[in-house]
């Protein structure tokens, strides 16, 4: 530790500095402590309010589109069906014979590609 006065080192334990003899105080100050209450959210509060009214936002915009695509879409299959009689029903396909011992494979293949520019 260090003596205010002659600026000589010494022991942490000793109470007088050994050069000078001047008495040694601690040098440790008191800590000052805060009154405010270390509430972290509170600062990033807004923030996640702001969030989650645009997270909102999003769905209702994405929901709204949605059905109105729907509807739309809605519009030319419903004429459509109007105008066929609803007696008949559907012929289904009449399928080729297969060769003895032949393996059939059927799948479907979807493929989205989606590319996101900034």
């Known amino acids: ?8 080192y010494g022991a942490l334990d000793d109470k007088v500095c050994p050069r000078c003899g001047a008495a040694r105080s601690s040098s440790r100050l008191p800590v000052k402590r805060t009154t405010a209450p270390l509430v972290p959210w509170q600062r990033a509060a807004p ?8 997270m909102v936002a999003g769905v209702a915009a994405e929901w709204l589109l949605r059905s109105l695509a729907r509807s739309v879409l809605r519009l030319p299959l419903a004429e459509k069906q109007l105008s066929r009689p609803k007696g ?4 289904p396909r009449q399928e080729e014979p ?6 059939t494979v059927s799948e479907t293949v979807v493929m ?7």
Do not use: D, F
């Open 1 to 8: 530790m260090r003596c205010l006065i002659c600026g000589a």
């Open 47 to 54: 923030v996640l309010a702001q969030g989650a009214a645009l």
């Open 88 to 91: 008949k029903a559907l012929v």
């Open 98 to 103: 297969l060769p003895e011992g032949s393996i």
């Open 112 to 118: 989205r590609r989606v590319i996101l520019r900034r």
